[in-house]
């Protein structure tokens, strides 16, 4: 937020943001859905699973909520969904090629550049302190067990960064369906 507009001294940061929307900071936050229901336990943990109601057995190969492995399994795709949308974000063109359904769009808001004095005055100060890389990126992602959210300058680039997710989480979430579901071409 230090790349924001100052704001005069009886104004609200919410008006100003709306009245000037690529000067300000916005936050952004996508669900991935229960995510971890879509992985298969290990088969050497399957023997934890099982469950009994009414005289009749159930296995439930998928992670659970709470899991131990599920948090562990999640933290490593979280991890990874972020590696790839930081090198998105960072223009890798063989990866954007790659998604060109859900991404096309997107690029030039994801790396346009403020023209804000503000964020030129900002982006100067850390030149200046040797600063360079993810210390001048004007966006922040995160992700936490099934969430995965972010800032950014310019309401334009958050709304463009939180839609690539979102993209990637339909095809990841198509894909799962796919391998879930029977193949219906062949009818």
Same mark, same amino acid.
């Given at each position: 937020? @230090?790349?924001?507009? $100052?704001?005069?001294? &009886?104004? *609200?940061?919410?008006?100003?943001? =709306?009245?000037?929307?690529? #000067?300000?900071?916005?936050?952004?936050?996508?669900?991935?859905?229960?995510?971890?229901?879509?992985?298969?336990?290990?088969?050497?943990?399957?023997?934890?699973?099982?469950? @009994?109601?009414?005289? $009749?057995?159930?296995? &439930?190969? *998928?992670?659970?909520?709470?899991? =131990?492995?599920?948090?562990? #399994?999640?933290?490593?795709?979280?991890?990874?969904?972020?590696?790839?949308?930081?090198?998105?974000?960072?223009?890798?063109?063989?990866?954007?090629?790659?998604?060109?359904?859900?991404?096309?769009?997107?690029?030039?808001?994801?790396?346009?550049?403020?023209?804000?004095? =503000?964020?030129?005055?900002?982006?100067?100060?850390?030149?200046?302190?040797?600063?360079?890389?993810?210390?001048?990126?004007?966006?922040?992602?995160?992700?936490?067990?099934?969430?995965?959210?972010?800032?950014?300058?310019?309401?334009?680039?958050?709304?463009?960064?939180?839609?690539?997710?979102?993209?990637?989480?339909?095809?990841?979430?198509?894909?799962?369906?796919?391998?879930?579901?029977?193949?219906?071409?062949?009818?």
């Amino acid at each position: 937020m @230090q790349a924001e507009s $100052r704001l005069a001294r &009886d104004a *609200r940061r919410d008006a100003a943001a =709306a009245a000037a929307m690529p #000067d300000y900071v916005y936050l952004w936050k996508v669900d991935l859905q229960s995510a971890y229901r879509y992985w298969h336990n290990h088969p050497s943990e399957l023997w934890m699973y099982g469950k @009994q109601w009414n005289g $009749r057995g159930y296995l &439930d190969c *998928r992670t659970q909520f709470g899991d =131990a492995s599920m948090v562990q #399994d999640c933290s490593r795709f979280i991890g990874y969904f972020l590696w790839l949308l930081l090198r998105l974000r960072g223009g890798d063109e063989h990866l954007r090629a790659q998604c060109d359904e859900s991404g096309s769009g997107l690029w030039d808001k994801i790396g346009s550049v403020p023209t804000s004095e =503000a964020y030129r005055n900002w982006r100067a100060q850390r030149e200046a302190a040797g600063l360079a890389g993810s210390d001048m990126a004007i966006t922040f992602e995160a992700g936490y067990i099934d969430h995965i959210f972010g800032a950014a300058l310019d309401y334009d680039r958050a709304k463009a960064m939180r839609d690539l997710v979102v993209g990637w989480r339909s095809f990841w979430g198509s894909t799962w369906h796919r391998r879930k579901s029977p193949d219906r071409r062949h009818r």
